[in-house]
């Protein structure tokens, strides 16, 4: 598995932190190939969940540190938007799905439901 070509969503690494095997075999992969790649969507989903400990969080900001994380410009909003009008999607999962779309990465979820119907986008469930 390179790490260009998946964009990671916010639901793995919940799962890495927590211990779930499947998450932690793929996010543990894409480390030793030196970085993965996320949102900066993700990056504030991540870091602002309400379950942190102090030092989880501390762990956390570790862990995206080593992340290569893709901004939102023009072109991520404006698809974002289009993503938005044509099918039901949250605003931070629209963004998400957007960056994927556009870097050309597939985009790894357990939460595959959120992103059904987005035509182009390449979904991977580390949990199947």
Same mark, same amino acid.
């Given at each position: 598995?390179?790490?260009?070509?998946?964009?990671?969503?916010?639901?793995?690494?919940?799962? @890495?932190?927590? =211990?779930?095997?499947?998450?932690? &075999?793929?996010?543990?992969?894409?480390? #030793?190939? @030196?970085?993965?790649?996320?949102?900066?969507?993700? !990056?504030?989903?991540?870091?602002?969940? &309400?379950? @942190?400990?102090?030092?989880?969080?501390?762990?956390?900001?570790? +862990?995206?540190?080593?992340?290569?994380?893709?901004? #939102?410009?023009?072109?991520?909003?404006?698809?974002?938007?289009?993503?938005?009008?044509?099918? !039901?999607? !949250? +605003?931070?999962?629209?963004?998400i799905a957007a960056t994927a779309l556009l870097?050309?990465?597939?985009? #790894?979820?357990?939460? #595959? &439901?959120?992103?059904? =119907?987005?035509? =182009?986008?390449?979904?991977?469930?580390?949990?199947?």
């Amino acid at each position: 598995m390179s790490t260009s070509e998946y964009l990671i969503d916010t639901n793995i690494l919940i799962y @890495h932190i927590k =211990g779930s095997q499947p998450a932690t &075999d793929l996010i543990t992969n894409l480390i #030793v190939q @030196h970085s993965f790649n996320i949102s900066i969507l993700t !990056k504030i989903e991540f870091l602002g969940w &309400d379950k @942190h400990t102090p030092d989880g969080f501390e762990k956390c900001n570790r +862990l995206i540190e080593n992340a290569n994380i893709y901004p #939102v410009d023009d072109n991520i909003t404006s698809k974002a938007i289009e993503l938005k009008r044509r099918v !039901k999607i !949250k +605003l931070a999962d629209a963004v998400i799905a957007a960056t994927a779309l556009l870097n050309n990465l597939k985009l #790894v979820t357990k939460n #595959v &439901d959120d992103f059904k =119907g987005i035509e =182009g986008l390449e979904l991977e469930n580390p949990f199947k």
